[in-house]
């Protein structure tokens, strides 16, 4: 007997795949800016040590 590899029907799967896939992209560009735009004023914070010139 031959089974489909996906459950469900199809459109509830691309819904599924979407909500999840924006969801890792909206996570990596929060975390790029929080990267690049700390908000932090010391210049002692670590957040500072990823970003300095000798890496």
Do not use: Q, W
């Amino acid at each position: 007997m031959l089974m489909h590899h996906m459950t469900g029907p199809l459109l509830g799967n691309i819904i599924i795949i979407a909500l999840f896939g924006l969801s890792t992209v909206a996570c990596f560009v929060v975390s790029i800016a929080l990267l690049l735009y700390p908000g932090e004023k010391d210049t002692d914070h670590p957040k500072y040590r990823v970003l300095r010139d000798d890496r």
